[in-house]
């Protein structure tokens, strides 16, 4: 009986709650707003399309990009990169300045180039160089040091004093020219970057390259300290730790298991610019490229002594 009562009440109040509904929405029509606008109805809003916010596009810098070591490889291909950004002039800094000219055209850069001479091992010649280098470039983006020497133990071994201008080239001069670059930087009204390149050699010495991961070693060690120190003065220090990469200065590597090894985690010297153009946005201090070397090196620095000998 209850049921059957309920039933019909609400069928005998539809067409009043439809009707009132009506009524409410004939009633809204016929309210206009102050201005003579017509009412907006809540179902309107619900069917209006919900406006994504549009990320503000990534505006090019256009300053300079100056490479130290204006033949290497991987510093030519940073900066094809930052060209491909937006930066107007690359100045390069080294001994042989028509081939680094040569070179960064077959990279493709294709703007403003600017050659000057540099030695890493005559650390007295450095705070000129530097600022003949600012001179040429203007308004300066990015220092990228990527000069280096590799050798191999055996003649390290047999010739100390090759051994010694390794550590001269790639430690003291990095010194040298660090400072003196970070020091320019900081004269300039926006914030410019310091681009370091070590290695994961650097972590772990090994016998197959110690002479070389020392010099790295340390390098990676003062630009750490150095990146805290100017950090305040309006400049970023990147550290860049690549693994293998394919390039002149390791081609003659080939052969034997422990280079069949590296070639399973090598890359280029085009990824590993892109690692580091892509850390500079991100605002990072350290790059690892590839990126899973971090992993790698973390399970390398807790590995028995016998197996990283055999390295």
């Known amino acids: 009986m209850l049921p059957t009562l309920t039933r019909r009440v609400r069928s005998n109040l539809a067409p009043l709650v439809i009707i009132g509904r009506r009524a409410v929405g004939r009633d809204r029509q016929e309210r206009p707003n102050p201005d003579g606008s017509p009412t907006e109805r809540p179902s309107d809003r619900l069917l209006d399309p919900i406006e994504e916010p549009v990320p503000p596009e990534h505006e090019p810098d ?3 990009v100056i490479v130290l070591g204006g033949g290497s490889d991987i510093g030519i291909a940073i900066a094809a990169q930052l060209v491909a950004r937006g930066a107007e002039t690359v100045v390069l800094a080294g001994r042989n300045r028509e081939q ?3 070179q960064a ?3 493709g850069i294709g703007v403003r180039i600017e050659t000057v001479g540099f030695d890493a091992r005559f650390s007295e010649s450095h705070v000129s160089t530097i600022e003949e280098a600012f001179t040429l470039a203007g308004e300066v983006q990015a220092v990228i040091v990527a000069f280096g020497v590799l050798g191999d133990t055996p003649s390290y071994e047999a010739n100390p004093a090759l051994a010694g201008g390794a550590a001269t080239t790639n430690f003291a ?4 020219t660090s400072l003196a670059a970070t020091r320019a930087l900081a004269r300039q009204e926006r914030e410019g970057t310091l681009v370091v390149l070590s290695s994961v050699a650097a ?3 090994r016998p197959s390259n110690y002479v070389y991961g020392a010099t790295k070693a340390g390098l990676d060690f003062f630009a750490r300290g150095l990146a805290d120190s100017v950090r305040k003065r309006g400049v970023r220090v990147l550290v860049i730790r690549p693994g293998f990469v394919h390039t002149k200065m390791t081609r003659d590597m080939t052969g034997g298991w422990r280079n069949r090894l590296r070639a399973r985690f090598a890359t280029t010297p085009d ?6 153009v892509r850390a ?5 201090t350290i790059c690892w490229s590839p990126g899973r070397l971090r992993w790698l090196t973390t399970a390398l620095r807790v590995a028995p002594g016998f197996v990283v000998r055999r390295l």
């Open 62 to 64: 256009t300053r300079a």
């Open 100 to 102: 680094m000219r040569e």
């Open 105 to 107: 055209l077959e990279a």
């Open 173 to 176: 001069g990095a010194v040298s």
């Open 203 to 205: 972590l772990r010495p």
């Open 271 to 276: 990824r590993v610019a892109r690692d580091v």
């Open 280 to 284: 500079m946005e991100d605002g990072d």
